[in-house]
């Protein structure tokens, strides 16, 4: 496994994802709730950009005709067709077999590393 360097904290801090490329591949990194994830840039459905999509939330379960909104800024929408993922776990909101491909991320002082094979 080798450790790649990425950001710096404060990037995400400002803008909230940051996109790079290591070893050829497109990710995009997040940072949630204080976490950082890194997250390949393809979506599993047609392989869209995903990570240059909208974070933001989305409907939460509720009774008929009851529409509460949650888990603002927790989840990726793809530019493409509208799949929303969690950009915790990187499942897809319906269909959990869909989900992206993810990176171990460290953080040492204010730099931020992808652990990849």
Avoid at 67 to 82: S, T, V
Wanted: with cysteine.
């Amino acid at each position: 496994m080798t450790r790649h360097a990425v950001a710096k904290v404060a990037d995400l801090r400002e803008k909230g994802r940051h996109l790079v490329e290591v070893k050829g591949m497109e990710l995009g990194i997040f940072m949630v709730d204080g976490q950082y994830y890194a997250w390949r840039n393809v979506c599993p459905h047609a392989a869209a950009p995903v990570c240059v999509g909208k974070v933001c939330g989305t409907r939460l379960p509720s009774m008929v005709y009851d529409y509460e909104f949650g888990r603002d800024q927790e989840i990726l929408r793809c530019p493409w067709h509208g799949w929303e993922f969690d950009l915790k776990t990187g499942r897809h909101l319906v269909d959990t077999d869909a989900k992206l491909r993810g990176f171990a991320v460290e953080v040492e002082d204010e730099d931020i590393y992808v652990v990849m094979p």
